[in-house]
T-cell receptor
Framework: DGGITQSPKYLFRKEGQNVTLSCEQN?????MYWYRQDPGQGLRLIYYSQIVNDFQKGDIAEGYSVSREKKESFPLTVTSAQKNPTAFYLC????????????FGPGTRLLVL | AQSVTQLDSHVSVSEGTPVLLRCNYS??????LFWYVQHPNKGLQLLLK??????LVKGINGFEAEFKKSETSFHLTKPSAHMSDAAEYFCVVSDRRAGFQKLVFGTGTRLLVSP
């Protein structure tokens, strides 16, 4: 089955620790995105990547980093510089910048110990 | 800049009654508009999208939405609610001027369905 997988489903971070959230897609999509969701708010864009080895900051990139070494993978690292990391993180993909429909993964919930 | 306003944070209906979730948008040109649904602790699923082909858009699970340019609205409706429709719904506009596919999300409407 084609789709987007995110792991882990739940992730716990200690103070000062960097953690990495995984996102993999087998849809052969060119573009991938990371969003953060907080209660009572819509999704906010963290980073996006339109092609391999290229990515751009979104609206709330501070405290986060990404890489795009393979077309199917777009991991997100939440660094210790992100002071309020508790949120639900969603990965999405689309065929390309001219394809408007984004498909979402099941999400990772990050909690701080 | 593009924006959307979801007029109700919560909507409660009884099973079998109609559903109306309201969304207004702001755009300097003809936008693409979407409705997504999110069940608890799940990702988002596309319900339907409007891209100027037809003003009445039919989606999955019996939902539909009507694009009204004069009212800058894109309300989501369903004739008869089912218990499984209980979820959070997001109205979304696409900002093409961003140079990439940027989606701007509303704050969501939680639909509660009672037996």
């Amino acid at each position: 089955d084609g789709g987007i997988t995110q792991s882990p489903k739940y992730l716990f971070r200690k103070e000062g620790q960097n953690v990495t959230l995984s996102c993999e897609q087998n849809l052969n999509h060119d573009a991938m995105y990371w969003y953060r969701q907080d209660p009572g708010q819509g999704l906010r864009l963290i980073y996006y990547s339109q092609i391999v080895n290229d990515f751009q900051k979104g609206d709330i990139a501070e405290g986060y980093s990404v890489s795009r070494e393979k077309k199917e993978s777009f991991p997100l690292t939440v660094t210790s510089a992100q002071k309020n990391p508790t949120a639900f993180y969603l990965c999405a993909s689309s065929m390309g910048q001219d394809q408007e429909t984004q498909y979402f993964g099941p999400g990772t919930r990050l909690l701080v110990l | 800049a593009q924006s959307v306003t979801q007029l109700d944070s919560h909507v409660s209906v009884s099973e079998g009654t109609p559903v109306l979730l309201r969304c207004n948008y702001s755009s300097s040109y003809s936008p693409s508009l979407f409705w997504y649904v999110q069940h608890p602790n799940k990702g988002l699923q596309l319900l339907l999208k409007y891209t100027s082909a037809a003003t009445l858009v039919k989606g999955i699970n019996g939902f539909e939405a009507e694009f009204k340019k004069s009212e800058t609205s894109f309300h989501l409706t369903k004739p008869s609610a089912h218990m499984s429709d209980a979820a959070e719904y997001f109205c979304v506009v696409s900002d093409r001027r961003a140079g990439f596919q940027k989606l701007v999300f509303g704050t969501g409407t939680r639909l509660l369905v009672s037996p």
